[in-house]
């Protein structure tokens, strides 16, 4: 079946513009979590839904980063005003339930360099 | 507080030889962990996973991981290595009740011919 798609692949931006990233989870995963892979930083938490909870929003790093989720699946990460530390890949990933343990899957990422 | 340390950035070995990637994890409950491994330009595709049941977990393409809480280590092996392996490869721990990732800094495992 498919698996968690994200879009766009490939985002060049000038420094103080917004940007919009969208992930498609895997079809009947309630969970879904965004993550951004920095060069030399490492894959970081950013946030998490689950179902009709309130997300979980303590990973994201700054109040110009925001996420929604509609209707329980397709979600979208908006950065406002990017600064050039923003520059990353940004990873979405789904999950069943959000249970312990439960495996996440992940989309291919969108890439995001601000010039 | 959780926390996962992989202790080699770069790890080489030869074709044929053995693989040990080596993870240590701080949790503050009973963890779960997991490795991913990514391959160049390619999304994190998951190798296994330890959820409290057996301690030696057997995971695709021949990999395996033991979890050790005496040592709180989770170390990735592989009897023999395939130029297809080389990757970066991924120590994850989660808490008990929450599935939110953390990640290790990665391991890029290089395989000579």
Redesign the interface.
Known sequence: GA??SQSPSNKVTEKGKDVELRCDPISGHT?L?W?RQSLGQ????LI?FQGNSAP?KS?LPSDRFSAERTGGSVSTLTIQRTQQEDSAVY?C?S?LA????????????TRLLVL | AQSVTQLDSHVSVSEGTPVLLRCNYSSSYSPSLFWYVQHPNKGLQLLLKYTSAATLVKGINGFEAEFKKSETSFHLTKPSAHMSDAAEYFCVVTVYNFNKFYFGSGTKLNVKP
Request: proline share 4%; net charge negative; aromatic share 22%.
């Open positions: 698996g968690v969970a979590y993550y490492g894959l970081e938490f998490y979980d990973g990873l990933a999950s959000g249970g312990r343990g439960e495996t996440q899957y992940f989309g291919p990422g």
